[in-house]
């Protein structure tokens, strides 16, 4: 009989160290996040999304000219390619918007199969899909992509056809350095491991776009902001939050898988709403938002104590992208358009490595059955 070597099962592979990486580091139980060597407070609120790129990529902030040099790169490659944009135009009404963006950005790999070209053509058309989409399926006039705008300013623009505020674009250059990497999630993890195959990094960020569009990975800042519409108004937050708690039910927005204590992507992003709805966005739905957060924090201790369910990125992410006008659609297809930086940075850390990921698992079947044929079943 041939020995086998033990292994500890570890359900969703929790505990489990799989690769080592100067991407992020996440502390759940001090409520850190570390970007490259910055703290997410640190870096979040003050780089600009082509900078966080290039900090990812390179792990070193960028001289003028090498940040110069990203950008044009980039907006080079804002345009779609002809297959793209007709499977857009092929799926508009009948396909969400997630489902277009991994269709689509499947056809973006048609070309000489570069890695540093396949991620720039993968983050400088994430936004050219998502905004492309949406205003097909409302009936609108596509916006092309303008190259004198920068990566988040371009975006917005190409949503609304209208060039943003200084204001806006901080607040989503804020939001989408907050999410740009988060150590080895789901969708992350799935990128590794297509590339670990030796595939090509468009084939990696597909399948991490499928894992991103579960709802237990990228589906939950829309119903943590549908809670706030459906108390309406601070008086009947505790009322509302109590009946759902004496139900069992989960209080979107609170509490996280990772972080047991308040998550510090909230705090980040609790300070970019703030100033945005002081500035450009309804404050009367700000006001009414850190009631519900505050009745919420106070309940949940009252209900589960001990717990430490504190505010989470969800919560922040739904205000903060509503009062840029994103509609509660947007919100997971944004958060890709920031994760897609992670994403390709982890294609180029696991390509170094160049090590096939390939755990066991544990047999627990049946054993010695023995072969009957069919007319004796």
Known sequence: MSEKTAVAFAPGLEGVVATRTRLSSVDGAAGRLVIAGFSVEELAGQASFEETLYLLWNDALPDREQLSVLGRDLAARRALPKVAAEVLEAAAGWVPLMDALRMSSGTLGLGNGDDRDDALRLVAAFPTIVAAYWRLSQGYELVEPDPKLSHAANYLYMLSGEVPSTERVRALETYLNTVCDHGMNASTFAARVIVSTRSDLVSAVVGAVGALKGPLHGGAPGPALDVVFEIGEAGSAEEYLRARLECGERLMGFGHRVYKVRDPRADVLASAAKRLYATDADRDLYRLALEVEKTALRLLEEYKPGRNLDTNVEFYTALLLYGLG??????????????????????????????????QSEYVGAEDRTWAPLEER
């Open 326 to 359: 994103l509609p509660t659609e947007l919100f997971t297809p944004t958060f890709a358009v920031g994760r897609v930086a992670g994403w390709t940075a982890h294609c180029f850390e696991q390509r170094e490595l160049d090590r096939l990921i390939r755990p």
